[in-house]
């Protein structure tokens, strides 16, 4: 079978380096765009080049539209305007979605579900093994406890981070509100200050910390009378994400269209 076509999407930040550079590395995948802002000043530059790798003749451009013509799947980790132009583009030209754009509202979430109905959309907020694995342990952790155990989530980013809580946050949220059976927007603490009273039976807390460079760190606890469960995420290196973003695009190819996650990449839907 041939190599999966990628255009990878804010090429020239962080994420995206990563991404080009895990691309030259991954057997079966082969970079054929990459697309960044209109105002980068790395417009034109060889996109191997711009990672310290040998040059590939892919030239960062602002044109996605030209740059989705020659692609099997776009991966982009963006904003979350961005993701939703994007997702239309992608749409249009039959190319396959991989979404680790995080921060979205409900009527983003309304138009990548039409989006889905054309093609196939991969969004997670968190492409790790690690921490997908780690929502099936939620989701079975809080179906096995009931509501008697409160439910605690806590994550801490990087100073540059934007949002809150992170999009792994949420994803652990409601792994843990499927538990349940519950929905996580009737069951969600953000924020607490003041006197609030005491705490609400069955909600899903969360508490965001952010300073330096930390990469990402989530823990969920479970507080039962007399004793806790704490489950927990470290990430070390952001190549995790990239990784796992470029086997979600191996995956997604061909994929009959539909909103799927990184369980369904990592077989682990429904485990």
Known sequence: MSDVRLVVVGAAGRMGRMLIASASETQGAVLTGAVGSPHSPFLGQDAGLLVGRPANGVRLTADASAALGEADVIIDFSTPATTVALAGLAAAAGVAHVIGTTGFSESDLAALAAAAERVAIVRSGNMSLGVNLLAVLVERAAKA????WDIEIVEMHHRMKVDAPSGTALLL??????????ALA???????????????EGDIGFASLRGGTVVGEHSVIFAGAGERIELAHRAEDRGIFARGAIAAAIWARGRSPGLYSMADVLGLAGA
Do not use: K, M
């Open 145 to 148: 406890l009931g509501a008697a």
């Open 173 to 182: 949220g409601e792994a843990a509100a499927r538990g349940r059976e519950i």
């Open 186 to 200: 009737e069951h969600s603490a953000r924020a607490r200050d003041g006197l609030t009273g005491p705490r609400r």
